[in-house]
């Protein structure tokens, strides 16, 4: 059997698919900007954790598991995926979160109680703790006579990466078949499990070079973390392939002071591709990814082509405290910083 015949039979069809590849106008350079929608993968109002949810969940479905059990930060949009997945599924699922759980649910928070998950939440933001407490969750779920499946932050494992060995060869078909010749495709990353089931796909199928800017600063060395993933997601698969270190490009520079923590840059983007076109990006990731994109853009990084930017969802934060830039902002600072997008109006 082939990858993709194998890919395709370890997982539980959750995700709407494939998501659209959308043509977002001309960048200042000239340059196409492609927009790989992968906010709109359905499942629990979507985003790129809904094709990792894909693989999790069969792995737990084939397991015997009775609940899913995961962690993250406050707004997290894995979070809120695993509990859209266990509503599906039948299955009872524990959300382990950071941030404090003070007032009334907003965002993702407000969505996963909707889906009928169980938020355990507050008092820590630490990501050790919270993944301590998550193993003692699953111990005490365990002593209780069930069998949990617990899925670790961002569900960044070897078969949750593997979801976008498949994610990467549905783009190059969808590049292929528009003929499109593309310089570089742009992608948030946290946790890094994205860019290492694509870096591994591309490992395995070629295709254009990918950036990933860094939203997170949770890893010292996320590039090395990243590739270790995708090597880790290549022997999954039965591949002996590696990943090229020099192939995995991780941009720092955009974070700002931390994750989740606004920066002005972001904002910019964020309001500019939103009265370019009415797109919606996030305040904590892909705003983050879409500036870092329009700044290598502006330093003329990118080789000849189009650019591909992988929307990767994360709109519930909007509507939480602080998920969207203040009232005023876009006067103030965007004038300064305009994103000037040649549309093609219909
Ligand atoms: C989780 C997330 C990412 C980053 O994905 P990783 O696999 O953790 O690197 C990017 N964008 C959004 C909206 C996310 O929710």
Not at 238 to 267: C, I, K, Q
Request: glycine share 12%; with cysteine; net charge negative.
């Amino acid at each position: 059997m082939g990858v993709i015949e194998e890919l395709q039979s370890r997982r539980v069809p959750l995700a709407t698919l494939p998501t659209p590849l959308e043509s977002a106008g001309t960048l200042p350079s000239g340059r196409r900007l492609l927009i790989k929608r992968d906010d709109l993968t359905g499942l629990g109002i979507g985003g790129n954790k809904a094709r990792k949810a894909e693989m999790l969940c069969a792995e737990a479905v084939t397991a015997g598991a009775d609940a899913l059990v995961t962690v993250g930060a406050a707004q997290s949009n894995h979070a809120r995926v695993t509990a859209a997945a266990g509503a599906r599924l039948g299955l009872e699922t524990h959300l382990v979160l950071g941030g404090s759980s003070a007032g009334p649910r907003q965002g993702n928070q407000l969505l996963a109680e909707l889906f009928g998950a169980t938020l355990h939440d507050g008092a820590t933001d630490s990501w050790t703790e919270l993944a301590r407490r998550m193993d003692d969750l699953v111990a005490e779920l365990r002593s209780a006579g069930r069998r949990p499946y617990a899925v670790p932050l961002g569900g960044s494992t070897a078969v949750g990466a593997s979801a976008f060995v498949l994610a990467w060869c549905e783009l190059l078909e969808q590049l292929d078949r528009d003929h499109h010749d593309v310089a570089a495709v742009v992608i948030a990353s946290s946790t890094g499990g994205t860019h290492a089931g694509i870096l591994a796909g591309r490992a395995l199928f070629g295709g254009p070079p990918v950036v990933a800017i860094d939203v997170a600063k949770a890893s010292d060395d996320l590039a090395g973390d990243t590739r270790q993933l995708a090597d880790e997601t290549l022997a999954l698969l039965g591949s002996a392939e590696h990943v090229n270190p020099a192939d995995v490009l991780v941009d720092p520079r955009f974070v700002g002071p931390a994750y989740a923590v606004p920066t002005p840059e972001a904002d910019a983007a964020l309001v500019g591709l939103a009265r370019c076109g009415g797109w919606v990006l996030d305040r904590v990731y892909t705003a983050k990814g879409f500036a870092g994109l329009l700044a290598r853009e502006a330093e003329e990084s990118f080789g000849d082509g189009d650019v591909v930017f992988w929307h990767t969802g994360g709109q519930p934060a909007l509507f939480a405290a602080g998920g969207a830039p203040p009232l005023g902002f876009a006067s103030d600072v965007l004038s300064s910083r305009s994103l000037s997008l040649d549309m093609e109006r219909p």
